[in-house]
């Protein structure tokens, strides 16, 4: 009759549970960030248009608003071992010109973001779609927005959708801030103008109260709110 060592099975058994809940795209904080950017200058305006969808602009913001916030897969929290404020890291679960095989893709709006945050919308999924058919390259656009167009249609509830919403686009809004509908943004702003202005260029000396927390908009976008709102707030 054989003896079964229970030291021996509980380790067997530990082993089992652990490669069971490993997550098949793993980031790791400390790992090595390389540095694969491609600097364009697509045209933008008239009908010279550039069709190329800018990582820096139009992607990192949605997966850091989104995704990346702090207690998610920003790089303090990592949930589940993953980060996604940044390209390399992003990358883990992107395939390039395959969209429908790319985990950070075909999960979201699967139970991520969590359903009862807020939910990118079908214009960003587009947005991310075509930023992968296009080669999921990591563009840093220079030129990315014209600044004579300042309308809340035209392009203010499109920047505080990418940048923002992914903390302030449900009601009440992280800190009580709600981005989410035109009345609601120019309220809030009219009432705290200044702290806005400086939260958004990030001027301000506490740190958690510039935004995006993920990093400084692009000047072009700044430069379109601070348009909008100096011009009465033009729907």
Same mark, same amino acid.
């Given at each position: 009759m054989k003896i079964i060592n229970p030291p021996l099975v509980l380790t067997l058994a530990f082993i089992l549970v652990f490669l069971s809940c490993k997550h098949d795209i793993i980031n790791y904080p400390n790992e090595k960030i390389v540095d694969t950017t491609k600097v364009v200058s697509p045209k933008i305006g008239g009908t010279s248009?550039?069709?190329?969808? =800018?990582?820096?602009?139009?992607?990192?913001?949605?997966?850091?608003?989104? =995704?990346?916030?702090?207690? =998610?897969?920003?790089?303090?929290?990592?949930?589940?071992?993953?980060?996604?404020?940044d390209y390399t890291r992003i990358m883990r679960g992107i395939r390039e010109k395959l969209p429908n095989s790319s985990k950070y893709y075909t999960i979201i709006g699967q139970g991520m973001p969590p359903r009862n945050s807020p939910q990118m919308t079908v214009a960003n999924l587009a947005t991310i779609k075509k930023w992968i058919e296009q080669g999921a390259l990591n563009t840093q656009c220079t030129n990315v927005c014209d600044t004579t167009i300042f309308t809340y249609a035209g392009s203010i509830k499109t920047i505080f959708e990418s940048n923002c919403n992914g903390c302030h686009g449900n009601k009440p809004g992280t800190a009580n801030i709600y981005l989410g509908d035109y009345a609601s943004t120019k309220s809030y702003i009219t009432a705290n103008k200044t702290l806005f202005l400086n939260s958004i260029n990030h001027r301000s000396s506490i740190l958690s109260k510039n935004m995006p927390q993920s990093g400084k908009m692009v000047q072009c976008k700044i430069t379109q709110i601070e348009k909008w709102i100096n011009n009465g707030y033009p729907q």
């Open positions: 248009s550039s069709d190329t969808v =800018c990582f820096n602009t139009e992607i990192l913001p949605l997966f850091s608003s989104y =995704c990346g916030s702090s207690g =998610c897969h920003d790089l303090n929290s990592h949930a589940s071992g993953v980060i996604l404020t």
